[in-house]
């Protein structure tokens, strides 16, 4: 194939080096013009927090070296707190709050800002470091002052351990408890889910540290058909104790029950025996706990039998007036003291439930005795001890109405307002710090 000569390329002319049309540069971004770079910041020092906790054996020293801070540093800080503690020591597990810092120069020995230690809560002791490197040692008393709080809860299972489920103390549990057994029968009023009430006076440091977890004021408890109140309040020139709102004293000549327990297994008359097979009378009333509840004396008396008793196992019978005397059987343990001769106060704990004896499994035996025969124990009527009369009466009803509005408003427990806490302020440092890093819990080696 012979392919044809192609038209020859036109001459080039004037007109080719005219100016071009302007570029369209829609969508493209132009790069900056540089700029000279300024000079690089030194490195900052980084101030963060750190709790240490005192194991046995060590010493505020000690644990300082464990974190590589200066010797000659932390000599000036133990011997410093040693003079704020004099001849306190601190126990073991006892938590130093630290405000470190790291320096660049020296990265593997930080600095100690402050040491702050608060073996009670209305006392802390402080060191702190000064710009020229020396420290200063300060003791800090916080004012302790009364608030009421309330806890809430419903019954599940024994009524002092639901309480302290919900945050009572278990002190004021047992007194609310022994208030109540007065007028509730626990075996036929005490039932699971019923809601109760107990307003606390705790003792407060003024950053908001609780130092006494509250004593009872009044308590509450939402039976099936009533509620059952009971108030703390000492009359002019008498002893204190618990009334109900009306002003009646809660306190009678006996228990209606000697525990806090809600089952029944055996009424008192005629029974089949459970281990011998034959009707008997049962003298008594049967009660079923766990092992190891509490068993109270259901009045003020004498301990007049306390020991092995044949089939009734452990047992303890006490007389509280020449015609009036009650027993306790198939306890595991007797209380404290007790024993032949000693008196006893109503609501002391004189054994713990258990199943001595001929017992088919853990349960308190109960008697009571009036002239030498046994009666039924829950058909006794018992006399009250007194009201609130005379100038107390007025008194007394403005305080119950201030306790019964609490019930429903006075903050909860653990939920109460709290002032911010303050750590201690670390003296001023040359080197300005970075934002500080989360604290962190640790445990001296």
Request: hydrophobic content about 35%.
């Amino acid at each position: 194939m012979i392919l044809a000569d192609s038209q020859p390329a036109p001459p080039v002319t004037a007109a080719d080096y005219t100016k071009a049309a302007p570029l369209d540069l829609r969508g493209f971004q132009m790069k900056p013009a540089e700029t000279p770079t300024a000079d690089a910041e030194p490195p900052a020092s980084d101030i963060y927090e750190l709790t240490l906790r005192l194991e046995k054996g060590d010493t505020v020293e000690k644990m300082l070296a464990d974190i590589d801070v200066a010797e000659a540093e932390r000599k000036q800080i133990a011997e410093k707190l040693r003079s704020l503690l004099k001849k306190r020591k601190l126990a073991v597990g006892e938590t130093i709050d630290l405000t470190m810092q790291t320096i660049p120069e020296q990265p593997d020995a930080p600095r100690v800002l402050a040491l702050s230690v608060r073996p009670q809560p209305e006392r802390e002791y402080i060191v702190s470091r000064n710009e020229d490197g020396t420290y200063d040692a300060e003791e800090k008393v916080y004012k302790v002052s009364p608030r009421i709080v309330r806890v809430e809860g419903e019954r599940d299972g024994s009524l002092q351990q639901s309480g302290i489920k919900a945050g009572a103390p278990s002190a004021a549990m047992v007194e609310f408890i022994r208030a109540l057994s007065y007028d509730v029968d626990f075996q036929r009023e005490l039932k699971q889910g019923q809601k109760f009430t107990v307003l606390l006076e705790q003792l407060v440091t003024s950053d908001g540290k609780v130092t006494h977890p509250g004593r009872l004021l009044a308590g509450e408890l939402r039976l099936m058909k009533r509620t059952a109140v009971v108030i703390r309040y000492r009359p002019q020139g008498g002893a204190e104790g618990f009334f109900n709102p009306q002003g009646e004293s809660v306190v009678r000549s006996f228990l209606r029950t000697p525990m806090d327990a809600s089952r029944i297994t055996s009424r008192f008359g005629m029974r089949e025996h459970p281990i011998l097979g034959f009707s008997a009378l049962h003298a008594g009333v049967d009660f079923a706990a766990p092992s190891g509840t509490p068993i109270l004396a259901a009045g003020t008396g004498k301990v007049v039998a306390a020991g092995p008793n044949g089939g009734y196992g452990l047992y303890v019978k006490l007389q509280h007036t020449q015609d009036v005397a009650t027993a306790y059987a198939h306890l595991s343990r007797f209380g404290p003291g007790i024993k032949p001769g000693v008196s006893v106060r109503q609501g002391q704990v004189i054994g713990f439930v258990g199943s001595t004896g001929m017992s088919t499994g853990p349960h308190l035996h109960y008697e009571f005795l009036k002239g030498g025969k046994h009666v039924n124990p829950l058909t006794q009527k018992f006399a009250m001890r007194g009201t609130v009369g005379g100038k107390d009466a007025a008194r007394f009803q403005a305080l119950a109405k201030q306790y019964l509005a609490q019930f429903r408003n006075a903050p909860v427990a653990g939920e109460a307002e709290k002032p911010a806490e303050s750590k201690p302020a670390p003296k001023k440092s040359a080197q300005a710090p970075k934002e500080p890093a989360p604290s962190q819990i640790a445990k001296s080696n």
